[in-house]
């Protein structure tokens, strides 16, 4: 049985400063309540709202709603006691939440890093939740991401999805963050042929690759950004031709430009998802 202190103080673990833990940033302000996307699901509008002063939520997009430990229950799939020993555990670190909007978490060069504590395999609900919000199953995330704890902005504790790169850091995604860690770089993923790559802008156009296609039997390069196409130029020409699959937006075809100006073999697969930004985004709206 869980002691009825140890519940009165799990019932006061800040909502908002736990959903803040996991990347959620609230939308707006409304009187006493902050206005979020929900959390347990996929939407534009936001539907979930938080009152500070009774430190409960309501989520009209599922109909739930509850104190701090109904909400880590939905998130996360644990039972009551699990619950409320993670909001304890969270209360030992956690920070205050008050004031204006925290601002973005810095990921722009020459910003403060983002400092990595923990890289564990892919479990939490929450982020296998986005992943499946992005088309992607759990099974194939779970292969090629992990779940990234780190430190941010005035020693903010978050954790995300993260995709390695060849260099030693992580591409990090959730539902309201997008970032990485130093070094920044591409990331390798070798194959079994070698005369043929598939190049990919980002980690989850690879993933919507795995997930619509299979496991390729050729190399995989995903650039992580258009930046480091000068980075990957060594390894890419080591291929004797390439299947770009790059956004279709300006920087996804001035890369597409460049690589065929280094005098590289390129077959450019964007006809497979025309009409979309990239192949994630047709994923999503097959």
Known sequence: MVPIQDISKAKAVSILAYLESLGHRPHSQQGREWAYRSP??????????????????????????GDSIRLVRLLTGQDFPSAVQEL??????????SGPLPAPIPAEPGQPAIEV???????????????????????????????????????RTFYAVGFANDCGGFVLRSANFKGQTAPAGFTTISGPRRA???????????????????????????????????????????????????????????????????????????????????????????
């Not at 304890?88 to 939440?97: A, I, P, V």
């Not at 499946?132 to 099974?139: D, H, L, M, V």
């Open 40 to 65: 347990l699901q996929e939407e534009r509008t936001p539907s979930f709202f938080v009152n500070t002063v009774k430190n409960v939520f309501a989520d009209y997009s599922s109909q739930e709603q």
């Open 88 to 97: 304890l555990n969270f209360q030992g670190h956690s920070f205050s939440f």
């Open 196 to 286: 043929r790559a598939n190049v990919f802008e980002g980690f989850f156009n690879f993933l919507s690759a795995v997930q619509l296609f299979g496991s390729s039997s050729y190399a995989s390069i995903v650039l992580n950004s258009t930046n480091n196409v000068t980075k990957a130029l060594p390894v890419l020409r080591n291929f004797d031709s390439l299947n770009l699959y790059l956004d279709l937006d300006k920087a996804g075809q001035d890369a597409v430009g460049r690589l065929k100006k280094e005098g590289l073999n390129v077959i450019d697969r964007s006809e497979r998802y025309a009409g979309f930004n990239d192949l994630n985004h047709y994923l999503v709206n097959q």
């Open 117 to 155: 504590i923990a890289v564990r395999p892919l479990t939490h609900s929450a982020l296998l939740h986005y992943v499946q919000s992005r088309g992607i199953s759990s099974a194939v995330a779970q292969t090629y991401c992990q779940e990234v704890h780190y430190l941010a902005a005035k020693g």
